[in-house]
């Protein structure tokens, strides 16, 4: 396993920089700033700038995204180790479904019809998208994957992408702070 490049607090004192909804109408995940402190395996992989290139693409610092998955676009390296072990496939090739540039997907609705196999990137500048978040068991397998350290799981931010959305609410005596899961 890789050292964690995505610390504790990412999204502390930050609001997202956008959002990547699912075709559900339902979820959706929010891509925060750029971890700063980091940077990003994916910019000194020799493969991944050369697949940019091959599609006239400037590469660009990404951010993170997700919340309680959270995959920090710019240490990705197309790898595709955590898609290999989820078992509920909360991951998708972003490329496979949409093919467009990693920084236009912000804004953009996915239909999670996307590619969910390890080798089935589209090609190395394709990123590992968290498209169905909302269905990680939290089992870790990704972040324990990951060869760049780029997933960090974490089911106690789900509160910050509630209070991201306006929709958190703290339950009185229940000692659960969320109203839903």
Known sequence: ?????????????????????????????????VNT????AAFS??????AYADHGEEQVPLGIHGTTV?????????????????????FQWYRTEQDIPAADVVGKTFEGTGLTEQDERLDKSDKSMPIREHDCTVCMACQEACPTGAILIEQANAEFHEKAAGTYVKMEGSGNPHAHD
């Open 70 to 90: 959270a995959v920090d676009w710019d240490s990705c390296i197309a790898a595709g180790s955590c898609m290999s072990v989820c078992p509920v496939q909360t």
């Open 1 to 33: 396993m890789a050292d964690l490049v995505i610390s504790e607090d990412y999204f502390a004192e930050k609001e997202p920089t956008g959002k990547t909804s699912h075709g559900d109408g339902e979820n959706f995940h929010w891509i925060w700033p």
């Open 37 to 40: 402190g980091n940077d990003g």
């Open 45 to 50: 992989d020799d493969e991944v700038k050369a």
